[in-house]
């Protein structure tokens, strides 16, 4: 007995196509929107880490090269007084090994978790420091020392929200591979 192999009813004036083929045409075409997909989530992650790179290695290298005037300014925060020696050394050094946690992709994912939290207590110091202190000292230096406080808070919160996405994007690239 001959069996016969189920068909989808092609489109008009094509060939019939079995059942099997057709599936396997369709998975393939699904598989390779889906690996264009997740290629996307890896630009993406990238150009997040890139973004984060750039800034972190900017700032590092200013605070190191006016150390001075970096630790003068952040002793006259009134939530770091005598930490500011420690700090000054400290961030730019930290700063400097997140970029490097960025660019290796063994070790992106903490990279950006680190970079998420220490973003984040940027934003949270900028906040406590516009609602709190009566004078608003700036250690920044370069190009960000050229913006308010509000913009710096909007600022450091937009790379915070970067880190975050970053982050969350990694952690589904790792886990399917």
Not at 65 to 89: C, H, V
């Amino acid at each position: 007995m001959k069996t016969v192999e189920p068909v989808l009813m092609p489109p008009a004036g094509t060939a019939r196509i079995p059942l099997h083929k057709r599936v396997v045409s369709k998975s393939r075409q699904w598989l390779n929107k889906l690996a264009r997909f997740l290629s996307k989530k890896e630009t993406i992650t990238e150009a997040i880490c890139a973004l984060l790179i750039i800034l972190f290695l900017y700032t590092g290298v200013n605070k190191m090269w006016d150390y001075n005037e970096f630790k003068t300014q952040m002793g006259r925060s009134p939530f770091i007084g005598e930490l500011n020696g420690f700090i000054a050394a400290a961030l730019p050094a930290g700063e400097m090994l997140l970029s490097l946690l960025l660019v290796i992709k063994k070790t992106r994912y903490i990279g950006l978790y680190l970079s998420f939290l220490l973003m984040g207590m940027f934003t949270g110091y900028i906040w406590l420091m516009l609602t709190y202190a009566p004078d608003l000292p700036c250690s920044c230096g370069g190009i960000l020392a050229a913006m308010d406080w509000k913009d710096h808070l909007y600022f450091n919160a937009g790379f915070t929200v970067l880190a975050a996405i970053g982050m969350l994007l990694q952690g589904r690239i790792a886990a399917r591979g």
